[in-house]
């Protein structure tokens, strides 16, 4: 009689050599598929992304905006691993956003459609004085005007920004030295929030092409028509009261105001 018996031994090959009915082998091989996975960079790492990708993740967080310019590695890893990385802040109630022909990419605050609980939030909107918005919208006027290719070409300087401002100024404000306190403060500002990119110069500025997500056209318009209208009224630092209630803003955490850029 011959026997048709299935050989032990054979069976076992495809595993390398670890019996498939060993219990503790079983385990060590699912130690092992899970660590193939999981990227571990430390100790009990139990994370799905790589290094890059976490690396972008925690630049969006930290930062109001990542750019081909300002993060050019995590810019990258946002474009590779964009599904990922907006699963992870998703996680967290944020929104990600990308603009693929700006190079940009940045996180919102998601909104709960229910009237009755809202989600928590890690970010806060700060309303931008009026000195801030009124370079904001002169920013957003000189990169509509710039017609070359590639992101962040515009250059202004601080002189520039002192002089629009002060066009602002109502005859009945009389202390230049504190106004021109107040435009410095937003050029600051907006040296923090990378809106205004430093260059060698201390008082020459890129101007970041996320402006024009900051306003886009309509916006821009309606600003504009605002800012106009207020220029023959007292000016004040207090925040800007914009159409619709609005300020344009960059979302940020408590730590981008103390960060410099």
């Known amino acids: 009689m011959t026997d048709t018996t299935a050989s032990h031994v054979d069976d076992t090959d495809a595993f390398d050599g670890i ?3 060993d219990e503790s082998a079983s385990v060590a091989l699912d130690e092992t598929e899970r660590d193939e996975s999981s990227f571990a960079l430390f100790e009990g790492d139990e994370g799905r992304l790589d290094e ?3 690396r972008a993740l925690v630049a969006l967080l930290r930062h109001p ?4 310019r300002t993060h050019p590695d995590e810019w990258r890893a946002v474009l590779d691993a964009e599904g990922q990385l ?3 802040l998703n996680d967290l109630f944020l929104e990600l956003h ?3 022909d700006r190079e940009v990419a940045w996180k919102r605050q998601a909104r709960s459609e229910s009237q009755r609980r809202g989600f928590p939030t890690l970010l806060r909107d700060v309303p931008y004085t009026r000195e801030e918005t009124i370079v904001l919208v002169w920013l957003r006027m ?4 710039d017609t070359r290719p590639g992101p962040d070409q515009v250059v202004v300087d601080r002189s520039e920004i002192l002089g629009h401002v002060a066009g602002f100024r109502p005859a009945t404000a009389t202390d230049r030295t504190r106004d021109e306190g107040r435009v410095a403060k937003a050029i600051e500002r907006l040296i923090t929030a990378r809106v205004l990119l430093k260059t060698s110069d201390p008082d020459r500025f890129r101007v970041a092409s996320v402006v024009e997500v900051l306003l886009p056209l309509e916006r821009l318009l309606e600003l504009d028509t605002w800012l106009a209208s207020t220029t023959s009224s007292n000016a004040t630092s207090a925040p800007v009261d914009a159409p619709d209630g609005a300020e344009p803003s960059l979302q940020t955490d408590d730590d981008d105001e103390e960060e410099s850029a």
């Open 19 to 21: 019996d498939p009915f």
């Open 52 to 54: 890059l990708q976490r």
């Open 65 to 68: 905006y990542v750019s081909a």
């Open 86 to 88: 907006r699963s992870r």
């Open 98 to 100: 990308v603009d693929r």
């Open 142 to 145: 000189r990169l509509r005007a």
